[in-house]
């Protein structure tokens, strides 16, 4: 192998592991969740989780599921099913990815909350992180009773009524749709009841706008939710996308191509984004604005094409002068007769004997006349004689 193939073959390694890099650099952390997707169960139940690294493919990386920080179980399914629970199951939970590919690397997710309960009334409470001014729906639950019994909730002690302010809103026998905002609540079946649960919520969030400019020059835009601490996930978020001003229609896939989080741009202009879920639909706050000029997007493919263009040009200009002096060769070898490959070794040595000499005459020999002819052709060969004037005047 050449230098220059060992040293071509440095630079695409460099070149890609820095585009990896970058890459690497804009993705987004891992997400668990849990199905179902509740805070509280009964022991006996059991409990889902999914580690999603949001990046590769799922067979790229090894997976290790953690409860109050230390490991207990890993392996290479993004999937565990944690059977039968029991009260000890209650904690914290959390999982990471390793990239098995080299260079290896490392992506967190965010933590929750789970409580194992051994009592037959539970208050269920969603898993991921509520915020403020969220609507939320709790769910009472009784151990042994499959059928539904009407429940009654308690919000700091106080029985939970439908308000004219839509704080709150029982919405069938055993669920209550209420607005978070850090209160207790409790439910009950009969005389049976739940332990209190303390709905645990983060100021209203801000969506996070980012941008990525690929090698071809395509601008691609991301928009997430991340809340401020990684109590819980953050997850069932759908995304409008606005460009110019915030008031404006959100953009749909007639306008850009569109999926949910990410979008692509083509055209230069102001962009926003903001987050919603549930229904009534929960809005975070706009994103910071990004400003996409349309210049940068043609510079880079006009430069890209450019350098394309001039390499066709060099290839073409390489092959065609080789084309030509292989035709040239050739040409000559086929029209030299061997008197002229004679005659012209001796003109080459002849001419190789003047460059030795003092001081030279040159002399033109012309070849013999064709008789019977007015005038003399030109001459077809010319030979060339030396005459070095020390030795003529000796004779």
């Known amino acids: 192998m050449s230098v220059l193939d060992v040293n071509m073959r440095h630079t695409v390694l460099c070149v890609l592991g820095l585009f990896s890099l970058l890459y690497r650099g804009h993705a987004q952390d891992a997400v668990l969740t849990i199905e179902p997707n509740w805070s509280t169960f009964f022991t006996e139940e059991s409990v889902t989780f999914i580690c999603d690294m949001r990046e590769g493919e799922d067979t790229d990386w090894q997976y290790s ?20 629970l029991v009260i000890g199951y209650s904690g914290e939970y959390q999982c990471f990815g390793d990239h098995k590919i080299s260079p290896p690397f490392r992506k967190e997710s965010n933590k929750f909350s789970l409580t194992v ?5 539970i208050l269920e409470t969603p898993a991921s992180t509520l915020f403020e001014g969220e609507s939320v729906t709790l769910r009472c639950r009784h151990r042994t009773q499959t059928e539904e019994k009407n429940a009654v909730f308690y919000k700091d002690g106080s029985p939970i009524q439908i308000d004219t302010n839509h704080q709150s809103l029982i919405i069938s026998k055993n669920t209550v749709q209420v607005k978070s905002d850090g209160s207790s609540y409790t439910c009950k079946f009969e005389e049976e009841e739940s332990e209190p649960i303390k709905l ?12 990525d400019v690929s090698a071809e020059g395509s601008v691609t835009l991301t928009c997430s939710v991340n809340p401020s601490s990684l109590l819980s996930s953050s997850s069932g978020w759908k995304y409008f996308w606005y460009r110019g001003e915030k008031a404006s229609e959100p953009l749909t896939s ?14 230069g202009g102001v962009y926003w984004c ?8 929960y809005y975070t706050e706009y994103s910071d604005p990004v400003e996409i000029s349309p210049f940068p997007v043609l510079l880079v493919v006009g430069l890209v094409g450019g350098v394309l263009l001039i390499l066709l040009l060099l290839l073409f200009l390489y092959r065609y002068r080789k084309s030509n002096d292989s035709c040239f060769s050739r040409s000559q070898s086929t029209n030299q007769s061997p008197a002229t490959d004679h005659m012209t070794n001796q003109v080459e040595a002849q001419y190789a ?23 003399n052709k030109e001459p077809e060969d010319s030979l060339y004689s030396n005459v070095t004037i020390g030795s003529a005047a000796a004779q």
């Open 254 to 267: 007639q306008d850009v191509l569109l999926s949910n989080e990410t979008i692509r741009v083509s055209v």
């Open 274 to 281: 903001r987050g919603g879920r549930g229904e009534p639909v």
């Open 65 to 84: 599921f953690l409860m109050d920080g230390r490991v207990f179980v890993s392996n290479s399914n993004k999937r565990y099913t944690l059977e039968p």
């Open 200 to 211: 645990k919520m983060e100021p209203q969030p801000k969506a996070q706008l980012s941008k």
């Open 353 to 375: 004997s003047l460059l030795h000499g003092d001081a030279c005459l040159y002399e033109t020999i012309k070849g013999p006349e064709e008789p019977g002819h007015g005038r």
């Open 117 to 121: 309960s051994d009592k037959d009334v």
